[in-house]
């Protein structure tokens, strides 16, 4: 069952800005990813999700509420954790907590106890005092606090520290074994890769592809590189060879290509017959499938061709 | 609708701005008060009648006239700045900085949040007001004692020296100055006036309250028995004082009203009948002298003379005495000096006892002028205060209705401040110049607020429900507004 559904979403703000027929589902327990340069459109999305706006077209739900119509209704089972760190004016943590609590009807505060110890946060100073990452912590506790079934994260881990970051990642899996569903927004691979099932990658406001995570690690294409020994070998490779070549280097005598695992056996038969002097294993990593859509002057289908080669 | 954890979070961002204009503009309408000079303004505005700054002078003749000056300008412009920064910090900062999404996030209802924040508002100008204005009260209570009674002036500060007496308690028992020959004294020379002239004035003061008194039982009664006759208006079941002194034999009608006239006289009910009697054939006398005339003096004082001639007796008598005019015309008293009426009849032809009166009744009348000016009228008071509240409430509705409209903090305060800054520029300018385009009345919602109607006890109640209006449509349409828009959070 799907928890949160957007279907076919538009917002334009002109100029270009905005997004545009976006859609996802996101079923229950899962951990979806939202991977994208900053501007392309994530917080846009995720602002519709929580009904701060309202989409020119398209639905958006969650837990099959309208997201505009039932906003607070839906807010019962979000925890939100905003991409920017803007607090109320001339309050100290405990204060901004307290009212947090109020405002959810909260009085049982034991969670929210073991949410600052667990981040070793200092809630007793006033909020502008605080360090970007202290905010941070602060505001992961507040999302928290009432222990929500559906998380909504906007960048969650920019400003905290490599160690802090771990432990969010920590906590975050922990959640998801918990059965939560989990929406998470992001520039940083690493996290996204580290606990998200699927993930969308969207740039300029469209969502250019949705993979699997899993797809994507245990991915049977492989992709090397070789150089060969000298260019009458690089020939004769080029010539007599049955795999289609993309990345041709004459000046380096270096071809590039990609082959599944069942051809393997064939593609060393063929590499036998000329001189080597290297071969070596392109990895690929979501990393490299995100740079290809995060580089705004390549088209989206030299992306979703790139992802079918692998090759750079 | 109400949200409990976003009100103490109003009252938290907002508390230290509402103290400080609270605070400022409680002192200054007291200070306005307790500083009000009644004798000085009195004889500014007595000399300049008839030049430029009478019009300007007009209002400071009494207490409640001169805050005028508070109620216009500074009472004003101390309620936009709370209300402009405030409209500013509760809608649209928090939707510029972001911070309305932590709120936003939570099951708390985007009406609920407006509606709440709105109420933040109103309230808190309400209280505002109401603290500034009770303050205002207290101030002159204190200082007059002229709001829960009559005004304590000086002869009543020195008298109470003399009888041992409270100032409060003398104020409503003038009979005892009068039984004592050395508070008499006391009292005429705190005035400025010779025991002649004081003890005319004082009895004049003490009928006054009588009538007041009895009058104010009189209406009581007749509120009684015309509580049900819907022909009967207000105006016309109330019996004034003034009514009371056109036509005393009202008060022997009733039984109430002459016990509490002649224990304001500090007399029995039957020395207060006759008294009253006395007066009513003095006023028919009067009356007929009018018909009649006199031409026994070779000069005859009216009201058209009457100015002219004290002058000139003013001129001769500080001639006679080799003094200046100013000197003689702060004490009136030495008119009656013998070299003075002697140069005084002889310019102007009057004969002695009308000099003598004729000084008389400038003393009291003068003197009757400065209690005048320090009476506290409640209601008008309670109009004016209830006037200013309204109009800031308006103002507050057109700054919270540019906060609530844009999404930056900039220009939401840029036409949020700048409209009812302008109001208060052109309120300014309307009250100092004397010859203001008319047509700036029409630019300014402050015109709304007629203080010169209310001080007049004019017609100024429809201005005050356009105010009402106007706050009113622009709250709910900013509540609307809100709920609908998209916040770029």
Redesign the interface.
Known sequence: MSVIEVKHVTKDYGHGRGIFDVSFEINEGEAFGFLGPNGAGKSTTI?HL?????ADEGELSINGKDSWKS???I??D???L?G?L??????TGD??IE??A????ITDMTRTEQLKELFKVDTSKEIKEMSLGTKRKL?VV??FMHNPKILILDEPTSGLDPVMQERFIQFILKEKSEGKTILLSSHIFTEVDATCDRIAIIKNGVVVSTVESNELKQSTNKSFKIEFASFEDYQKFIENTEFTIPTKRPEQNQVKLSLTDQKMQEFFTELSKVKVNFISEIKFTLEDYFMDFYDRKKTVAAGEENLRYGLH | MFSKPIFKQSIKTNWKLWAIITIIASVILSGFIIGYDAEGYASIAAAAKGTAFSSLLSSMDSLLGNLENFYKLIGLILGIVYVVFTANTLVVSEVDSGSMAYTLSTPIKRSSVIFTKSLYLILSVILMYVIVSLAGLGASQLKYNNVTGYPITEDIEKASETLDKSEGYLSEHLYLIKDNEQAMRDAAEARDMDLDAYSIYLGEVIKDHSYEEAAKIITDERRDIYEDDDDMEDDDIEITTEELIKNPAMILASNDALKAGASVQGISVNEYRQFLADEITALKAEKNEENKGKSQPTVMITKANRELLLQAVIDSSAKALNMNSAQVKDNLTLIKDPTALEASMKATDLNKKQIITMANHAMVSSARSVDAALEFDTETYFWLSLGLLILILAISSVSFFASTLFNRSGLALAIGGGIPFAFFLLTMVQQLMDDAPVILKYLTITTLFDTDAILASGEFGWGLVALGTIAFVLYAASNVIFTKKDLPL
């Open positions: 602002r929580m009904g701060f706006s309202k906003a607070a209704n807010k019962q979000v925890g939100y905003p920017e803007a607090f109320p004016k001339g309050m204060q901004f009212f947090m109020n405002a959810r009807k505001a507040t999302a």
